[in-house]
């Protein structure tokens, strides 16, 4: 399970350093997507199987599901971590969600979101203020 808020810069080469409490449970290979908002998933590979599973599931015959495959899976990468914890992003998938030097590591459960960092403080900033609206409307037991 992935939790927190990590704060690392993009070197000049398109690598970012991944937190060191988070590579354990990735292995050493994870997959590198677009991400729904303006922002990139990082998966474990075990995680990204069970999605592309699910996926394929999906009634081919409905343009919706192969729009949204289409989509989703063109934008993902695999990548290794090397021996100092950095993955290699793809200048594509920077350039999807806007990352500039400075960027944010969120643990989201079972994957990490990468955001820009003044990306990531307007969306917290925005969505803060309406957290408990938002959790009104989810139902399960604690």
């Known amino acids: 399970m992935f ?5 690392y810069n993009i070197d000049e ?9 988070m590579r354990t449970d990735l292995g050493t290979e994870v997959i590198i997507n677009r991400g729904i908002e303006k922002c990139l998933y990082v998966y474990p590979l075990d995680e990204w199987e069970k999605i592309v599973s699910k996926l394929s599931t999906l009634s081919f015959t409905k343009k919706s599901n192969r729009e949204f495959n289409r989509l989703f899976l063109s934008g993902a ?3 290794e971590i090397d021996s100092k914890g950095r993955i290699n992003l793809e ?14 590591i969120i643990g989201v459960g079972d994957r990490l979101e990468l955001w820009d960092k003044s990306e990531w403080e307007r969306y917290y900033g925005e969505r803060q203020s309406v957290l408990e609206e938002i959790s009104e409307g989810i139902e399960f037991d604690i």
């Open 91 to 104: 200048k594509s998938l920077i350039d999807y969600a806007g990352l500039k030097r400075e960027c944010v």
């Open 13 to 21: 080469k398109g690598r970012l350093f991944l937190p060191s409490e």
């Open 3 to 7: 939790i927190g808020e990590y704060h």
């Open 77 to 79: 990468y695999k990548r």
